[in-house]
Nanobody
Framework: QVQLVESGGGLVQTGGSLRLSCAAS????????MAWFRQVRGKEREFVGA????????DYADSVKGRFTISRDNAKNTVYLQMDSLKPEHTAVYYC?????????????????????WGQGTQVTVSS
């Protein structure tokens, strides 16, 4: 069982930065693929990025490549999402998710249904 708690969301101006954190409970955190998704009200949850258990590999949605960075600290049971050069279209609720190692396949890693555990989400609002 893994419990996830996101933090770090808030209001930021266009061009600003935020770093989201996702703190996980459970001894096996280091074995999970960790991902970030986002959702705008009335729309489907959208893949943002993911990172392998070791942190050695990452995958990003094309829309955030070069702008967002995922990292993890297994000693702290925490995964991060650094978001730079933010735009109003990045406004959403951001969710942290954990999945089994087998999720790290091209046709699975970007699907929300691949992930077993979810946080409650944190609101990110980018003003113009």
């Amino acid at each position: 069982q893994v419990q996830l708690v996101e933090s770090g969301g808030g209001l930021v101006q266009t061009g600003g930065s935020l770093r989201l954190s996702c703190a996980a409970s459970g001894r096996t955190f280091s074995s999970y693929v960790m991902a970030w998704f986002r959702q705008v009200r009335g729309k489907e949850r959208e893949f943002v990025g993911a990172i392998t258990w070791s942190g050695g590999s990452t995958d990003y949605a094309d829309s955030v490549k070069g702008r967002f960075t995922i990292s993890r600290d297994n000693a702290k049971n925490t995964v991060y999402l650094q978001m730079d050069s933010l735009k109003p279209e990045h406004t959403a609720v951001y969710y942290c998710a954990a999945g089994e190692a087998g999720v790290w396949l091209p046709y699975l890693v970007r699907k929300s249904t691949s992930y077993k555990y979810w946080g409650q989400g944190t609101q990110v609002t980018v003003s113009s």
